[in-house]
């Protein structure tokens, strides 16, 4: 018990099956607190199959999920949001920004459904990955590189125990790539845990541990 | 809570105002429907009482004539009786007097009319030149005017014997021919005041002629009321005309309700696809919003509230452009002017508001079910 309260992640067998295709099989991996850590692999080897179960997007067909030592299996779908909401930060490859809001708000509709919009908290946030210029700007008048930014100072918004990003490097170029790069850093700095997709070896390059998977295996663990 | 509200607002203010082309299509489809339903509703107000006063058309519906239909009556008798006809309904009273009358040794009936009245009484007649307009003035019925190839602009003097036996003649000035259909073709009509003046007998009316707004029921009524008050004389309704007009008022407006009930029925229709599209369109922002944590109910409230604010302005608009779109209708198949009755915008921006949360209903429901991963995928 003492073990799964240090970790905050705790993956045991877990199996995630689409009738005849099993995208993941027997997945064991254990993440303590503060780690940075790169889930790496090829196209369809099941990388954002695990960020979702991980994520509380989406369950495991078999196995155990412990997420801050909760067993994600017990709970409710109601329950599973309301985990979304209060531990988990998600960044995505495609940023997914609301078009009609501006990077501000943006970032406060993370408030809005966690708890209280708070714009100078969120100004802030903005202002940590280097935005606070473009506060008032709608996603369409920003870069890739600005635009996943934003993305970032949301899925920080609410301090969340375990920050998710899905290839976030994957649709930009390479100065934006380092610009992410370092707020990443500097969120390892202060402590986060990080669980990166990537299949781009130099962003690997930058987390403390990386695994590999292939046909929902874990092949590596370095 | 209230920065969260505020927020909410922010939220759907911006959804509506910076995604303009998709607003403007889905208002387009609740304004459309909310102005068809508010201008229908509007006609079915307006139609009875538009073809009430068209049947008023064809002519009186009220005949004042002395009791049993002997003998005159006085101009203050019948202004007595007439006192009861309901203002607000009447559309014209015209008393009425004949005389046996001769031009040129041969007989002829003249009927002495309010010439203003009659015009109200009975538009059906058509006048070939103009009304007469001042005193020596005269219309000559069709029939008479074919005998003797009388023209507008010729005179022509009538003569004849009071009840003293006395000899009186009048020059005319026959300004028009009139063709009516009915008795009047045969008649030389002229204005009540002439007709006192020629035969030197004031205050002898034959009948009045009304012609009211009112159903056959009131009709009867007030002749029931002037039975009771005014021995002396009776008010028949006329009454054949009165009900058959009940009768085709009824069905045509069932059939407007009916065409009423067949559009709107299409307009939901028409909102709730133009609706599920605006959904289904915003499925990814449904699933990012429930991956940063909001509840179904949550995100599926704001967009009923998003819905219900396209209701209410669709609503809003839709009796501006119906109230103009109803004129544009009453003017070119009635020709007159229609009465706004205000008191159905606030019912129109209800049932519009309803029609489109209804119509959001589905589409909501079907893209909040939507599991967050699939959309956010996006491969
Ligand atoms: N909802 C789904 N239904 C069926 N198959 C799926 C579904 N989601 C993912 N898969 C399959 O699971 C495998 C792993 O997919 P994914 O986790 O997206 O791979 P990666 O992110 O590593 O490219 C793929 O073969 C993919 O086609
Ligand atoms: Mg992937």
Redesign the interface.
Known sequence: MSESARNILEITDVSKIYGPLKALETINLTVPPGQWLAIMGPSGSGKTTLMNIIGCLDTASEGAVRLDGLNLAQLTRAELTGIRREAIGLIFQQFHLISYLTALENVMVAQFYHSMVDEGEALAALERVGLADRAKHLPRQLSGGEQQRVCIARALINHPKIILADEPTGNLDEANESLVMDILHNLHQAGSTIVVVTHAPEVAAHAERVIVLEHGRVVSDK | ?S??S???A??LM??L???RSRLLIALLGVTIGATVLFSLVTLCYDIPRQLSREFRSYGANLVFVKAGGVGRMSLAELNQAAALLPAEQLVGLTPLRYESVRNHMLPYTAVGVDFEEARKTSPYWRVEGVWPARSGEMLAGSDVAEKIRLTPGQSLTLDGRNEAQERYDKEFKVTGIVSTGGVEDGFMVISLSDMEEMTGEADRLDLAEASLTSNSAALSEISAQVKARFPGLEARPVTRVASSEETVLSKLTALVYLVSLVVLSLTMICVATTMMTVVLERR??I?????????NR?VAREFLAEGLILGVLGGFLGSVCGLFLAGAVSASVFGRALTPEPQLAPITIAVSAVVTIVACLAPVRRAVDV???LV???E
Not at chain 2, 287 to 295: C, Q, S
């Open positions: 809570m920065k969260n505020f927020f909410l922010r939220m911006w959804s105002l910076r995604r990814r922002e699933g990012l919003k429930k991956a940063l944590g909001a509840e949550r599991e967050p991963a956010l995928r996006g």
